[in-house]
Nanobody, 112 residues
Framework: QVQPVESGGGLVQAGGSLRLSCAASGTISSARAMGWYRQAPGNQRERVALLTISGGTIYADDVKGRFAISRDNAKNTIYLQMNSLKHEETAVYYC??????WGQGTQVTVSE
C-alpha cells in the first residue's frame, strides 16, 4: 500500500510558480502510474498530469507548456512544477498512484 502525502501548496499571485511534492510511504517504482489531479469548489476532480508506467507524460490541454510532472524514485517523490499560474487554477491538488491511492490534497490559491 502506497500512501501519498502532498506538500508545497500555498498562495501565489497570478503568473507565479509553485512546485508541489508528493512523498509516498511505500516505494515508488516505475511500475506504478502516478499523477496529479485537482478539484475546485463546485467542480469535479480533473486530471492535470500523469506519468505512465512506460515513462511517458500526459497533460491536460490547458496546462501544457506550463506544468511539468517528474519523479525521483530514490526519494520516493513525484513533483508538479507549475508555472504561469492562473486564478482559475485555484483548487485542491491531489497526488495519485496506481491502482487507487490518493493523498489528502494540498490547497493552491492563485490570487488575481
Amino acid at each position: 500500500q502506497v500512501q501519498p502525502v502532498e506538500s508545497g501548496g500555498g498562495l501565489v499571485q497570478a503568473g507565479g510558480s509553485l512546485r508541489l511534492s508528493c512523498a509516498a510511504s511505500g516505494t515508488i517504482s516505475s511500475a506504478r502510474a502516478m499523477g496529479w489531479y485537482r478539484q475546485a469548489p463546485g467542480n469535479q476532480r480533473e486530471r492535470v498530469a500523469l506519468l505512465t508506467i512506460s515513462g511517458g507524460t500526459i497533460y491536460a490541454d490547458d496546462v501544457k507548456g506550463r506544468f511539468a510532472i517528474s519523479r525521483d524514485n530514490a526519494k520516493n517523490t513525484i513533483y508538479l512544477q507549475m508555472n504561469s499560474l492562473k486564478h482559475e487554477e485555484t483548487a485542491v491538488y491531489y497526488c495519485w498512484t496506481s491502482p487507487n491511492n490518493w493523498g489528502q490534497g494540498t490547497q493552491v490559491t492563485v490570487s488575481e
